[in-house]
């Protein structure tokens, strides 16, 4: 079956997770995605956990197999000038490059955006940075931790806590930011892609600046603040009680009660205990106010119960009530396996396991694995010799002259 | 002004609240006529939030739906009535893409699924986009961003280090964000299939699916480990000081990060405690992320006498990243930001005056998207059934009467 | 099976190309214990010296690499961090011997010199391999094996005798013949070192300066220079021999100097009776000054022959005639084959390759059939984990901050 994206051909020169994330993107729709690493030590989440059988080594870091399915390594030392030569020729060949090396870190090697529009007029120059390329803070060092509390997101996670002096605002699990921000990357780049394809063919320069990439995110909290005026609290005195974590027999589950038939379809479920029709908690208002005492009131039932039980009777009941699953719950959860989603991949050095597999799927042009993540420099003489015609003979001279 | 990328493309608009709704509005910022196809009998939840409105029951009042519908138009189709449908088949017929996010069913009980639509529109692009996806034995269950959180795991593994209870991540809708953006990502990819091919397809997006995608690690983790993660709070798998740090101001923080040995000296230098950077406990990042509950309390000690964006200066001047832990109204401030045009004002009639963001990102010399007011309730009926579908000012009025256009 | 003759000694082994890896692996063939160290990023140098199997770079697949360092225990430390200095100590505390190659001041800077080391483990016998030794003015120059080859004096009469010195610059020999020559010398210092130990308990340093080594290697000419002012010429015949090589149908023989007996026995060979009475060929010496004349009589005898054919009549008749062999005849070679020189080894990733084996035989403690050279810390758990004590959940966060 065809794929949506096979006959775009892209050239990532990438690390950690923003870059890369974009070309796995790309690739498991079908690109042809090239990705050049450092010699010797490569891309820095082959560093990074979790590592197969916890054994660190570069390639062995699950991080790094997740997002670089599909893609073709090759090692080039950019530093030396056969390396950029080398560079540029896969230039020539490609649509597009992923770069996330830091402001100006391209221009230093000699590869910036001014040579290579010349070298390939096509191009379409990708550029994931913390803040942007330009404005106060372009110099300024971001990553996951930093642009997630800059954009906002930190400051309203988890939501609303009993005492915000000993709760700080909060980094979401992984790598959030660093994820949103590749993922808006590859829709940049295939806007680009799409314009330039209608118009004159002509490459440009996307400028991603993952600061903004989370920005985007508080649309509404921006248009909320505004218009209305309305500033989100971190405290939760005084919220009215509609949604949240209950404990259950085997954990939690999130309770969603979006109106009153909500609260009387559970209150139904639990039995119709006689303290729901007291005045303490009438509504969502008196039901916040004096959850502390609601709580254990409704424990009497939900202990009794687990949140497998209850996901199913209230979901009965169209109320969108789920469970907190752990991983290895999720993992084996029966309607992800019906899916398919978790994906065996295997990997010559890390072995098999289950990846977390496609974001979306599409009907006609799916998305596939069709190759591991390739070790580093794997593919230097497949394209090095397949594409630049290099001579097999010169390899061991490139890489003994530390270019590959 | 030249034309932006998607002018052109039309979109029919079935989805509400926020992860069907986004994904649209990225469409619109980048050129596409979406239309929003909505309804008296179901209005979006967002249009129903008060707010400053109070009890205005016009539906044109709530900010929180504009956020999402930036460019967007409306019409009004009551589809529980059968003419209404037909209706909706004949926009459906002049679109580019069909994007809702119903409970999977219910599109094909109107009638309006892939399959009968491909054969009024054969190379229709459509968007589902569900909590659990199109198929399943659970496809059918109703989700929220708040509950997704819940069933992907995603609460399980975000929470304060030491403590049990997983908070309800309740105030940001993470997971309505990334579906948003990931089905925009669908739809470009699929757009440029058909125009390659003039084939269209069906794309089927799980909100449960996309969030598990952004949080590989822990998945990993368990399936090559069999170990269960906990809560790691702000702190990094290795590298020390890595947190938010309480600074003066109330509920004032800043994050701060340092990556490595070079950077540590570089921290210690700028704060003026040179005496930390010879202390063996702190000696390399594998001894300071063993010592980092010691080592937050130093630092605390230093933030705490500092707003946070004299931190982020002293910081980012020495090398080491830090920024504000931003509320909304520091964030509405943010000199980067504001350097780099992403907010733009907005008229939104009849609210007024407020600020919508642009895209994220620079596209050098061409228009980056667009900024155009939101749509009252029903405010392109006229244009969609009389301009699109060519009905008569008569038929209309009738159709308006009737409820069908409701 | 036997046990080797160093088995139950341990081996620490922080170095990189050859002299001190080859030292290193010396002792372990003799049944010692090797833990190689290398830095995390990249690894030894070697790695990315060829050959490489089908020519394709690999830094678990150099040949030269793995012929250099089979029967090790591969792990790898960062001494820039200080975790990592100290986990280094830790096995130094463990060991009989450390072999390092670092500069002279690399070690002491980090508070690793023998000094240090010597307190935390007064039996360690280490040996610090450099060019030019720990002391001296030269003691912080840079050299490699051609450097080396040539101020060791080694290099400036290999290619002699010469009839145009301006044309043909002083040779290196082929391969790493200095690094090489420096690792056995090495060798026989620190096993003089350790029987020193075993007299006195105490360890000790072996300053060991691959300068002197080679220098000794050309102890004929330094006699000649120290007791009769003799500046050895690159264009005066050193050997006062009929030496050199012969044309054969398949390629060269290499003949080696003519006594009175050989040259009996040569004529013989080539049935040219007649020459015997020649006035030209009377003595040794008249038969090295007329080697010219001589030279082609001889190869009217082997130029139909095939360089084997040559050989073999000859050293039948007692004369050191021997074929310039290929690389691959050498493998195939009946005499090393009859000797069981070759050895093969199983190398993960490569299979089965067939290397150099024991350069001598003891007959009471055999040389072991070797196994595999690590791949870049390969042994990281078993080391430190097994014998430091760490736990194994330690491991992905030493990756993670770069100390192994």
New interface residues.
């Given amino acids: 079956m065809?794929q949506?994206?096979s006959?775009l051909k892209v050239l990532e020169y990438a690390q950690g997770i923003t870059g890369p994330w974009c070309g796995k993107?790309l690739g498991d729709?079908g690109a042809e995605v090239i990705k050049v690493e450092d010699?010797?030590?490569g891309d820095k989440a082959r560093?990074?956990?979790?590592?197969?059988?916890?054994?660190?080594?570069?390639e062995r870091s699950?991080?790094f197999?997740?997002?670089n399915t599909n893609k073709l390594g090759v090692t080039l030392n950019l530093k030396t000038a056969t390396g950029q030569r080398l560079f540029q020729e896969l230039i020539r060949q490609a649509d597009v490059l992923i770069d996330n090396n830091g402001v100006g870190a391209m221009d230093k090697l000699g590869l910036g955006w001014k040579t290579l529009k010349k070298v390939n007029p096509r191009l379409i120059m990708a550029t994931i940075t913390?803040?942007?390329?330009?404005?106060?803070?372009?110099?300024?060092?971001?990553?996951n931790?930093?642009?997630?509390?800059?954009?906002?997101?930190?400051?309203?996670?988890?939501?609303?806590?009993e005492d915000?002096?000993s709760?700080?605002?909060?980094?979401?699990?992984?790598?959030?930011a660093d994820?949103?921000a590749g993922?808006?990357?590859?829709?940049?780049t295939?806007?680009?892609?799409?314009?330039s394809?209608?118009g004159n063919g002509k490459g440009?320069?996307?400028?991603?600046?993952e600061?903004?990439?989370l920005?985007?995110?508080?649309?509404?909290?921006?248009?909320?603040?505004?218009?209305?005026?309305?500033?989100?609290k971190?405290t939760k005195a005084g919220l009215a009680m509609t949604?949240?974590?209950v404990p259950c027999k085997d954990g939690?589950?999130?309770l969603?009660l979006?109106d009153a038939r909500h609260w009387d379809t559970y209150v139904k479920l639990m039995g119709n205990p006689a303290w729901a029709k007291e005045e303490r908690f009438k509504d969502d208002l008196s039901r916040g106010k004096n959850y502390s005492e609601l709580e254990p009131l409704m424990m009497e039932w939900t202990m009794r119960h687990s949140k497998d039980e209850i996901y199913h009777l209230m979901?009965g009941e169209?109320?969108?009530?789920?469970?907190?699953?752990?991983?290895?719950?999720?993992?084996n959860?029966?309607?992800?396996e019906?899916?398919g989603?978790?994906t065996a991949i295997k990997h010559p050095m890390?072995g098999v396991?289950?990846?977390?597999?496609?974001?979306?799927?599409?009907?006609?042009?799916p998305w596939k694995i069709r190759r591991p993540a390739p070790?580093?420099?794997q593919h230097?003489?497949e394209v090095l010799c397949g594409r630049l015609g290099c001579k097999?003979?010169?390899?061991?001279?490139?890489?003994?002259t530390?270019i590959? | 002004m030249k034309r932006l990328p998607l002018e052109g493309i039309r979109v029919a608009d079935f989805t509400r609240i926020q992860a069907g709704p986004q994904a649209q509005a990225w469409m619109a910022h980048l050129g596409a006529e979406v239309i929003r196809i909505e309804s008296h009998t179901a209005a979006d939840t967002l249009r129903q939030m008060r707010g400053a409105a109070g009890e205005d029951r016009t539906l044109n009042r709530a900010p929180g739906f504009y956020a999402f519908s930036f460019g967007k138009k409306s019409c009004n189709l009551n589809l529980r009535h059968p003419r209404a449908v037909e209706l909706a088949k004949g926009i459906i017929k002049t679109c580019d893409v069909v994007a809702e996010n119903y409970a999977p069913g219910a599109m094909e009980r109107l009638g309006l699924d892939y399959q009968s639509l491909r054969k009024i529109k054969p190379n229709l692009i459509m968007l589902s986009t569900s909590g659990l996806g199109q198929t399943g034995p659970d496809a059918g269950y109703a989700a929220y961003a708040a509950t997704i959180h819940a069933l992907s795991g995603f609460s399980s593994l975000t929470g304060y280090p030491g403590e049990e209870r997983p908070p309800a991540l309740m105030a940001m809708m993470w997971s309505d964000a990334l579906t948003a953006t990931t089905g925009a990502f669908a739809l470009l990819a699929a757009l440029h299939y058909r125009k390659r091919t003039g084939q269209g397809q069906h794309i089927d997006l799980s909100m449960n699916e996309a969030t598990v995608d952004f949080l590989p690690e822990p998945f990993l983790d368990y399936t090559m480990n069999g170990r269960v993660r906990g809560f790691v709070g702000n702190r990094d798998e290795a590298a020390a000081p890595h947190g938010v740090y309480r600074c003066q101001g109330e509920d004032k923080w800043v994050a701060i990060a340092v990556s490595d040995d070079q950077e540590w000296q570089a921290f210690c230098r700028a704060t003026g405690h040179s005496e930390w950077a010879s202390d063996p406990r702190f000696a390399d990042a594998y001894s300071r992320w063993h010592h980092q509950e010691e080592l937050d309390v130093l630092v605390t000690q230093w933030t705490k006498k500092h707003i946070p964006q004299e931190v982020t200066e002293v910081l980012q001047r020495a090398g080491v990243a830090a920024a504000p832990s931003a509320n909304i109204v520091d964030f509405l401030a943010d000199p980067q930001l504001r350097a780099r045009n992403f907010f733009m004002e907005v008229e939104q009639p009849p609210i007024g005056k407020g600020t919508a963001a642009v895209v994220p990102w620079k596209l050098g010399p061409k228009p980056d998207g667009v900024r155009k007011a939101g749509p009252n309730m029903g405010e392109h009926n006229h244009y969609v059934f009389h301009d699109i579908l060519g009905l008569s000012e008569e038929e209309i009025e009738k159709l308006i009467k009737d409820q069908v256009i409701y | 099976m036997a046990k080797g003759a160093l088995s139950g000694l341990t081996v620490l082994e922080y170095a990189q190309g050859i002299p001190g890896p080859y030292c290193a692996r010396m002792l372990g063939s003799l049944g010692a214990e090797v833990i190689k160290v290398e830095d995390p990023a990249g690894g030894d140098m070697a790695r990315t010296w060829g050959p490489f199997p089908d020519h394709n770079p690999h830094p678990d697949q150099s040949g030269l690499f793995i012929y250099l360092n089979l029967n090790k225990k591969g792990i790898s430390l960062s001494f820039k961090t200080a975790t990592g200095r100290r986990l280094f100590k830790e096995l130094a505390q463990q060991v009989d011997f450390l072999i390092e190659s670092t500069p002279p001041s690399f070690l002491p800077r980090r508070g690793l010199g023998y000094t240090a080391l010597r307190k935390l483990n007064p039996q360690l016998i280490m040996t610090s391999i450099t060019p030019f030794g720990q002391t001296g003015p030269y003691r912080d120059w840079k050299a490699d094996d051609l450097v080396s080859t040539h101020i060791g004096g080694l290099g400036y009469a290999f290619s002699g005798p010469v009839t145009d010195p301006e044309a043909v610059p002083p040779l290196k020999v082929g391969g790493h013949q200095a690094d090489f020559a420096t690792a056995v010398t090495a060798t026989i210092d620190t096993l003089a070192a350790l029987n020193e130990r075993r007299l006195s308990g105490q360890g000790s340093h072996v300053d060991f300066g691959a300068m002197e080594a080679l220098a000794a290697v050309r102890k004929g000419e330094l006699a000649a220079y120290s007791f009769e002012g003799t500046v050895t010429s690159r264009t005066q015949t050193i050997l006062r021999r009929t030496t050199g090589l012969l044309k054969c149908r398949d390629g060269f023989v290499q003949m080696h100097g003519t006594t009175e007996r050989e040259w009996q026995g040569l004529v013989a060979a080539m049935a040219r009776p007649e020459l015997l009475q020649d006035e030209r060929f009377k003595n040794e010496n008249l038969r090295s000054e007329n080697w010219g004349v001589l030279k082609p009589i001889i190869e009217e005898w082997t130029a139909p022959r095939t360089k084997h054919e040559a050989a073999r009549t000859m050293q039948a008749a007692h004369l050191a005639f021997a074929p310039i062999n290929t690389p691959p005849e050498v493998l195939a070679s009946e005499q090393l084959a009859a000797r069981g020189f070759f050895v093969e080894v199983n190398q993960p990733g490569l299979g089965r390759l067939k290397l150099p084996g024991a350069p001598f035989k003891l007959s009471a403690t055999p040389w072991q059939a070797p196994l595999p050279a690590p791949t870049l810390g390969q042994h990281n758990q078993e080391i430190l984990c097994g014998r430091l004590g760490l736990p194994k959940g330690e491991l992905p966060g030493l990756r993670a901050a770069g100390v192994i």
């Fill in positions: 065809a949506a994206l006959d993107l729709y010699p010797g030590i560093r990074m956990e979790p590592f197969a059988g916890d054994v660190p080594h570069p699950g991080l197999l997740y997002l913390p803040f942007g390329l330009t404005g106060p803070w372009k110099k300024y060092k971001g990553g931790l930093v642009n997630l509390h800059a954009s906002g997101q930190g400051f309203m996670t988890p939501g609303q806590v915000p002096e709760h700080p605002p909060l980094k979401t699990a992984g790598h959030q994820f949103m993922l808006t990357a590859a829709i940049c295939l806007t680009a892609v799409f314009a394809r209608l440009e320069r996307l400028d991603i600046s600061h903004e990439a920005a985007f995110q508080w649309a509404r909290d921006i248009a909320m603040y505004s218009w209305d005026k309305t500033i989100p971190r949604s949240g974590l939690f589950f999130y969603h979006r979901q169209k109320v969108a009530t789920m469970p907190l699953f752990t991983v290895p719950e999720v993992v959860y029966r309607q992800m019906e899916r989603f978790f890390a396991a289950k990846y977390p597999g496609a974001p979306f799927k599409m009907s006609a042009t070790t580093l420099g230097n003489q097999k003979e010169n390899l061991p001279k490139l890489r003994a530390g590959i």
